[in-house]
């Protein structure tokens, strides 16, 4: 299959899974949701009652407990309140644990401390607020456990639907995020790929057998002069292989000193950038260097291998030097953009900059667990176009979504859910 094909089958296929897990209610952010977090609608949010703080009220006989996170400048926190039949109790009189079972086996245990009205937990409930919680508390030699889930920016995505569709996933590992300076230049022959072909012997032309723009091998006739000491006629031949760039004679002339041809071997180009003088320390030969036209894709490989010995013209900037390998399509004379590798980092942690999406006010990947998929809220540190470091918010060996990624978060959107405490 062709990219072009490969492409319209993945949205095709993107379609296919967005119609199918509407009809079948893939996501499993429809179920219960708890202190208004991660509530995936308006018939969810009504779904369990709610206590004077607007969180999910837990009751078992006279006993009761309201469920809130707390977030307003400072680290998420839970906040829970006792009631005995309705009306606040000291919340010192209260032995509580919560635990909150994630996605990938991982549970996170709060043990709580009395605080004016409420208990708070004794850590941060790190996003994404997205697990089944398990609670225990002792009051008045009583104990009253519940359960429920609490499920935010997550779905469940079947496998051949996801591979269907091109989803497309990896481990989160180690990687090389890159320092990459940006420059303009453009492309010209190399001192060597150029001859100038003249006469042997001043004389008259008699023909021309070559244009400009016209292929010549190596010893290829390409003009027939009359010598003006001898007139005898002799073949004007080609030096060397390539292009015709310049035809500075006719039939009739007479050759002399000047260049009658201008032959290029356009295989030898060079990339002059450019470079500002307040970058010109960093950029040293045998860096890499990604290449492209200016407004196309950088897809051209290859290194400094010089800098000219004067400054540009008009531009005071240093230009570097860099060879065009053969088979890249570029000509002499386009404009370019490029990307020159002044340092590369090792990073403890990296991903795709492709995974990346947005979910309410963060960055996140969707990170995978058999046929689950659930939002992983970053922060990043450096970042080259390609990979990005990541510094919290996802696990070494954690498997993400790479490619496509657009369609896990379209199917968990349209499940409408939110944020609320």
């Not at 013209?313 to 990307?339: D, F, H, N, Y």
Request: proline letters at 6%; aromatic letters at 6%.
């Amino acid at each position: 299959m062709t990219y072009p094909q490969y492409r319209l089958a993945a949205l095709l296929a993107a379609t296919f899974l967005l119609s199918l897990l509407g009809a079948c209610g893939g996501s499993s952010d429809a179920g219960s949701s708890s202190s208004g977090h991660g509530a995936s609608s308006d018939a969810a949010e009504e779904e369990y009652a709610r206590g004077p703080n607007n969180g999910r009220l837990l009751q078992e006989g006279p006993f009761s407990l309201e469920m809130t996170i707390f977030e307003t400048g400072v680290p998420p926190q839970y906040r829970i309140y006792p009631y005995k039949d309705g009306a606040p109790v000291d919340p010192g009189s209260v032995d509580l644990t919560v635990r909150l079972h994630r996605l990938g086996d991982i549970v996170d245990t709060f043990n709580f401390n009395p605080r004016q009205d409420y208990l708070m937990g004794d850590g941060v409930v790190t996003e994404p607020h997205s697990f089944a919680v398990e609670v225990h508390a002792r009051f008045e030699g009583k104990t009253h456990s519940w359960r429920y889930d609490s499920f935010e920016g997550r779905t469940v995505i079947p496998d051949d639907v996801a591979n269907e569709a091109g989803v497309m996933v990896e481990a989160a590992a180690p990687g090389i995020v890159r320092d990459l300076l940006l420059v303009s230049g453009e492309i010209t022959l190399a001192p060597s790929a150029t001859s100038a072909v003249r006469a042997t012997y001043p004389g008259p032309v008699r023909s021309v057998s070559v244009n400009v723009g016209d292929s010549v091998q190596r010893g290829q006739p390409i003009a027939r002069i009359e010598s003006s000491s001898s007139l005898q006629e002799y073949t004007v031949t080609a030096p060397r292989a390539g292009m015709i760039l310049e035809r500075n004679t006719n039939a009739g002339d007479v050759a002399g000193a000047d260049p009658l041809f201008v032959i290029a071997d356009l295989s030898q180009m060079e990339a002059y950038l450019h470079v500002f003088p307040r970058d010109a320390a960093r950029v040293q030969i045998g860096q890499a260097v990604r290449l492209g036209v200016a407004g196309g894709e950088m897809n051209v490989e290859t290194t400094i291998t010089r800098f000219l010995p004067l400054a540009g013209t008009g531009s005071q900037t240093r230009v570097a030097v860099a060879k065009i390998p053969a088979g890249s399509g570029l000509q002499p004379g386009m404009r370019l953009m490029a990307e020159i590798v002044v340092d590369e980092n090792e990073v403890p942690l990296t991903v795709r900059e492709s995974g990346l999406q947005s979910f309410r006010d963060f960055t996140v990947v969707y990170a995978r667990v058999g046929d689950t998929y659930e939002v992983r809220m970053l922060e990043l540190g450096r970042r080259d176009g390609e990979r990005v470091e990541v510094l919290d918010g996802l696990r070494p060996g954690e498997t993400y979504v790479t490619e496509n990624s657009f369609l896990i978060k379209a199917d968990i959107d349209k499940s409408g859910a939110s944020h609320d405490h």
